[in-house]
């Protein structure tokens, strides 16, 4: 049984970071798409980021625009842990977040199969 739990939520004034975690067990974490989702008060789930090994220490990493330059997605697979590191937060970065994996590599999309319950992020002005 796959399970995701994420850690690391919190609330921080604008321009300060944090750090999610995203504890992962049941699949084999090198084998899968790992992604975090976001959904904001009355808006829909939508994508942040997400990452898959192509082989070796090679990984490819993705991200919706609107956090390019401020979080970083990275992964330590002895732990099987992923984390979204997230620096200069916006108040409309508030949001629940969530972690999401899948055994099809690079599928990173809201259909996939293995979802947390999310952690909250509230960034204040």
């Known amino acids: 049984q796959v399970q995701l739990v994420e850690s690391g939520g919190g609330s921080v004034q604008a321009g300060g970071s944090l750090t999610l975690s995203c504890a992962a067990s049941?699949?084999?974490?090198?084998?899968?798409?790992m992604g975090w989702f976001r959904q904001a008060p009355g808006k829909e789930r939508e994508f942040v980021g997400a990452?898959?090994?192509?082989?070796?220490?090679?990984?490819?990493?993705h991200y919706t625009d609107s956090v390019k330059g401020r979080f970083t997605i990275s992964s330590d697979y002895a732990k099987n842990t992923v984390y979204l590191q997230m620096n200069s937060l916006k108040p409309e970065d508030t949001a629940v977040y969530y972690c999401?994996?899948?055994?099809?590599?690079?599928?990173?999309?809201?259909?996939?199969?293995?979802w947390g319950k999310g952690t909250l992020v509230t960034v204040s002005s």
């Open positions: 990452q898959w090994r192509i082989g070796g220490n090679v990984y490819s990493t």
């Open positions: 049941g699949l084999t974490f090198s084998r899968a798409t």
């Open positions: 999401a994996a899948d055994r099809r590599i690079a599928f990173c999309y809201d259909g996939m199969d293995y």
